[in-house]
C-alpha cells in the first residue's frame, strides 16, 4: 500500500475557517455591490486571498473581522475592474421539493424587500449595515472594518 500523505495543516485550518466563515464572505460581497453571477468565483478568490495571508495575520485582531476586510477588498478590486453596474433585482434560485410554495413565496418577497431596502442606501451606508444588522459585527469592528470612526 501507499503511504497516505497527511494534509497541510494550513490546508485543515482553511477548511474549518471556510466552513466557518462562508456566509459572511457572501454577504460582505453582496453588500459591497457584487452581482450574483460573480459571487461564487469572488468567493472563492476571497479565500484563496485568505489562505495566502494566513501566515501574516495578526492573531490580536478577530479572525471574523480579518476576514471582512479581505472581502472587502476583493470586493473593491471586482468593482473597480468592471464597469457593470449591479442588477436592480436578483433572481433567486426556484423553490426546491423540500420548501412549500407559500414558504417560498413568503421568503422571496423578504428578499426583494430586503434588497430594495438595501438598494435605497448608498454604498456606505448599505455596508455597514450588512456588516452591523445581518452579520452581527459589534460596531468596533464594523468602524475598523469600514475604516470610519466610531460614530
Same mark, same amino acid.
Given at each position: 500500500?501507499?503511504?497516505?500523505?497527511?494534509?497541510?495543516?494550513?490546508?485543515?485550518?482553511?477548511? &474549518?475557517?471556510? *466552513?466557518?466563515?462562508?456566509?459572511?464572505?457572501?454577504?460582505?460581497?453582496?453588500?459591497? =455591490?457584487?452581482?450574483?453571477? /460573480?459571487?461564487?468565483?469572488?468567493?472563492? !478568490?476571497?479565500?484563496?486571498?485568505?489562505?495566502?495571508?494566513?501566515?501574516?495575520?495578526?492573531?490580536?485582531?478577530?479572525? =471574523?473581522?480579518?476576514?471582512? =476586510?479581505?472581502?472587502?477588498? %476583493?470586493?473593491?478590486?471586482?468593482?473597480? &475592474?468592471?464597469?457593470?453596474?449591479?442588477?436592480?433585482?436578483?433572481?433567486?434560485? /426556484?423553490?426546491?421539493? !423540500?420548501? !412549500?410554495?407559500?414558504?417560498?413565496?413568503?421568503?422571496? *418577497? /423578504?428578499?426583494?424587500?430586503?434588497?430594495?431596502?438595501?438598494?435605497?442606501?448608498?454604498?456606505?451606508?448599505?455596508?455597514?449595515?450588512?456588516? &452591523?444588522?445581518?452579520?452581527?459585527? *459589534? %460596531?468596533? !469592528?464594523?468602524?475598523?472594518?469600514?475604516?470610519?470612526?466610531?460614530?
Amino acid at each position: 500500500m501507499g503511504r497516505r500523505l497527511q494534509p497541510d495543516r494550513r490546508l485543515q485550518e482553511l477548511e &474549518s475557517i471556510y *466552513r466557518e466563515h462562508h456566509r459572511r464572505v457572501r454577504w460582505v460581497l453582496r453588500s459591497r =455591490g457584487v452581482r450574483d453571477d /460573480a459571487l461564487d468565483d469572488l468567493a472563492q !478568490e476571497a479565500f484563496l486571498t485568505i489562505f495566502r495571508r494566513l501566515p501574516e495575520r495578526d492573531p490580536a485582531l478577530p479572525m =471574523g473581522t480579518w476576514i471582512t =476586510g479581505i472581502t472587502r477588498n %476583493v470586493a473593491f478590486s471586482y468593482r473597480r &475592474s468592471t464597469a457593470r453596474r449591479i442588477a436592480a433585482t436578483r433572481e433567486l434560485p /426556484a423553490p426546491t421539493a !423540500e420548501l !412549500e410554495l407559500d414558504e417560498a413565496v413568503r421568503r422571496r *418577497r /423578504a428578499w426583494v424587500q430586503l434588497q430594495g431596502f438595501l438598494d435605497g442606501l448608498d454604498d456606505d451606508q448599505r455596508e455597514v449595515f450588512v456588516l &452591523s444588522d445581518l452579520l452581527g459585527m *459589534r %460596531v468596533p !469592528e464594523v468602524a475598523h472594518v469600514v475604516d470610519a470612526p466610531l460614530n
